[in-house]
């Protein structure tokens, strides 16, 4: 063999998975967005074809060969490549743990899975949802095993998602956020609380709220030639390549700030994949590199472009003309207020910058139990109820707005919640050095969002998957990762609008 | 082998490919309901990949070894297992029939001229579409000689839609239709034009169009567990299986008919998928035996329904609330009459009853001529326009209303649209048979529909293709298939619409 015949075999194989995993995504997303709701059953069967044809490729003997040759000859490829052929390593190697029949099951596990959470948390029915949470949760720490049968499952679990995250790092780092966040929440609510009251009792039309997503789209630079916009029950963006990206939102009548800044996060998710380097395109480095940075890219467009007070100014017109009498009498700097809001809430997806990442603690923590055993599916609401009544002060008053609120462990993204804790001082860290050479305020307030969306790409987006999660990090800020940017972030921020 | 392994493998082989139809059939309704413009090239790679291993199924030695032992031992299986061998048989023979490389790049070719054509209409630019028709019926013209060398290729067309029509049989259809309805045209147009003022010179908001698509999908009886309706330049009905059929519509804010009568159409093709005997379903007997029936099934519902008079009565309260200063003063008689009325137009999905059959002669007459030659690509503009002038009177102004108006040829359905005007006369030969038990009229009065979809479920629907086309029409209607039921229906019909 040489370099270039087994290049050809991995790029062969590549391509098909490509194709299969294209195929697979358009099908999930047609199952989330448009198609009826008795249509599971077939799609199961066709992902279980399809995901099966998918594990046969990547743990295909000659696609091994060929990736294993191109390792050992590394030295004979361009570092483009070799990182490649690293990536798919890593990769075939945990899909190859897993026996082929399993494989194929948790996708029919999980295509089901969604079906039953989306009617059960309609029902706010924890019961009717409970058996997949346990399966899905069996069946995670079952491939752990299968791929690390040294490690504890749910390191295994996070290191999924973030390449070297463990418990331990976790643990010190949620550590860190909640010796700050804690002792400043409890400032914030010993001041008057901001007045966001006519925000509410009224009724925000679903298609004015369309609009208004086209605009926010607009604003934040997305190609509409390339992403466009789909609505599901919980928000979520899907990829298949540079030129085809999807965000979804949810649009409540009752309050259009929900959708607002579910399409400013999502986007933040796509304008990442829009943006790849056109080097990249085509192989399995393209694409955000992990669900942390993805998740600082999405954090960063909703929370340091979309609540600062100039993006806020800026929109405002737009909100007063697609809402004028819902928004009659309020001004800017009101709905700025407003949007910052902080206060213990029951929805993590709508919650404010400075409470939001203790919602992701109590799924970790409820996560990191399940897997040690410590706590049990039928424990679970109980459990949820009382970590949001110790970490957040209130009350849960059903499992719709509780344990079932969100689709992640119904799609199997376990071990992915501290991603958006981690991702928000990821891109608070971001943030700090961007100011170093970019008037971002000014920039938001021109409507020219370019200086920031350029370093943005000339520093993590372009990079795709060329660089671990940390070194990219490392590599645009210059400095090892440090939460306190986040920490500092948020005591700056609330100390003004507070006046703490 | 014994007929019980036989059966396995074919059965192993055709899950499969029902599988990769489903893939390939969403990702084709995501390009043309919600997938992003530049999203065709990626989509094309992927559909290159699927229908290349539909293909491999399609054609594998093993599958044609097991049919082919089936076909032989067919004394040995069920009525409905010999059946399904035979229908397989006849698919698997054309698919092979054409090189792998040749199908796929077909599959290529469609996925790349429905993104240019749907450019092309809206910029009414023939010229951007011609190389497209040129290579896509000369693909259509190679691949009917592999299959049947010895046929004249358009002939070969038609019967893929339709089994046992030609040329011969459907100038006689027409030549029958012609000679009836063109004498009956001629009488309308003497008469005082019906009135359809009133629907003309205000908007429709697409919201309440959309709200109105719901209740008639409730009106004609669709499952909306089972099917959801989506919105595209050109509107079509697909389908996966039993619960999870598609339809689609495209709003047109001058006018709700349009709209409206796209979705009892479509609605009429997604009843008789819906409906299928449940015996069927997971194997290749499933669904519409042909497009004729298909089409028979889709303007029952559209015109027998929907264009007759109690269906207006029963459905304009509703309008008038969806609609209610668009249709201040307006009567349901004055509705039933504007539906109704007969004037030659550019359209086709526009059409009336009368005239529609001579927007599908032209059609009919052009695939005629581009397939023997008679007619060239360049020249297609011209001919449209001469025959719309010839058959129907009239001068089209543009590309976009003239020959750019149908998706057909940019999805490769050539050979099709005859089906049209043969599926309203069998649709008529239907509704004859059917009045003679039911009360068709009383029934849509009634608001309870079962007695005339019960009829159609009864004696098409739940068959799926356990008979050929003329043999169901025969079992359903006790005769052989004659248009004078839908000459005799059109000139009923408008001498009283007209007092003729």
Not at 160 to 189: N, S, W
Not at 292 to 320: A, D, T, W
Not at 354 to 363: E, F, G, M, W
Not at 453 to 472: A, F, R, V
Request: glycine share 6%; hydrophobic share 40%; charged share 25%.
């Amino acid at each position: 063999m040489t370099t270039t015949e087994a290049l050809k075999i991995y790029r062969e194989h590549i391509e098909k998975m490509r194709a299969l995993h294209h195929a697979m995504g358009v099908l999930s997303l047609d199952g989330a967005t448009v198609a009826p709701a008795e249509s599971a059953e077939g799609r199961g069967r066709t992902l279980a074809y399809l995901s099966g044809c998918s594990y046969q490729l990547e743990t295909a003997p000659a696609l091994k060969e060929a990736a294993e040759y191109l390792k050992a000859h590394s030295a004979e490829l361009s570092a483009q490549d070799a990182r490649e052929i690293e990536v798919f390593l890593r990769s075939s190697e945990y899909t190859a743990s897993i026996p082929q029949d399993e494989f194929v099951g948790y996708v029919t596990l999980l295509n089901k899975a969604d079906a039953v959470w989306h009617k059960a948390k309609l029902d706010s029915d924890y019961a009717a949802f409970a058996p997949y949470i346990k399966d899905i949760f069996e069946t995670n720490v079952r491939f752990a095993k299968y791929y690390k049968p040294d490690q504890a499952p749910y390191d295994t679990a996070l290191g999924r998602y973030e390449r070297g995250l463990t418990m331990e790092k976790t643990d010190a780092f949620f550590g860190a956020l909640k010796e700050r966040i804690v002792p400043l929440l409890k400032k914030v609510m010993a001041k008057p609380q901001v007045d966001d009251s006519f925000l509410w009792g009224k009724t925000y039309p679903v298609e004015a709220q369309r609009r208004f997503s086209d605009y926010l789209m607009d604003v934040i630079t997305i190609d509409k030639n390339r992403c466009t916009i789909g609505e599901t029950e919980h928000p979520f963006t899907t990829m298949f390549n540079k030129k085809d990206v999807r965000i979804t939102t949810h649009y409540h009548e009752e309050n259009p700030v929900y959708s607002m800044y579910s399409v400013i996060h999502e986007g933040g998710h796509a304008l990442y994949e829009l943006h790849t380097g056109d080097a990249l395109e085509g192989t399995l480095l393209r694409g955000g590199v992990s669900m942390s940075v993805h998740e600082s890219q999405s954090r960063f467009m909703e929370n340091y472009v979309g609540r600062s007070r100039p993006f806020i100014e800026r929109i405002f017109p737009k909100m007063q003309e697609l809402f004028p009498e819902q928004l009659a009498g309020v001004t800017a700097e009101q709905m700025f207020l407003a949007v910052n809001k902080a206060e213990p809430s029951l929805i993590r997806t709508e919650a404010d910058e400075l409470t939001y990442a203790l919602h992701v603690l109590v799924r970790y923590e409820i996560e990191k139990g399940l897997f040690d055993g410590s706590i049990t599916v039928e424990d679970l609401p109980r459990i949820w109820n009382a970590k949001y009544k110790e970490y957040l002060g209130i009350d849960v008053p059903d499992d719709r707005r509780g344990v079932l609120q969100d689709s992640h462990w119904s799609n199997g993204n376990v071990g992915y919640f501290p991603s958006y804790a981690l991702g928000s001082a990821y891109g608070a860290q971001m943030l700090a050095k961007m100011k170093e050479t970019v008037d971002v305020e000014a920039a938001i307030a021109s409507g020219d969002l370019s200086p920031v969306t350029g370093w943005l790409e000339e520093h993590i987006w372009k990079y795709g998957k060329l660089y671990d999660p940390m070194e990219l990090l490392e590599r645009a800020v210059g400095a090892p990762f440090d939460p306190k940017y986040f920490t500092d972030y948020l005591e700056e921020k609330f100390t003004k609008i507070y006046n703490l």
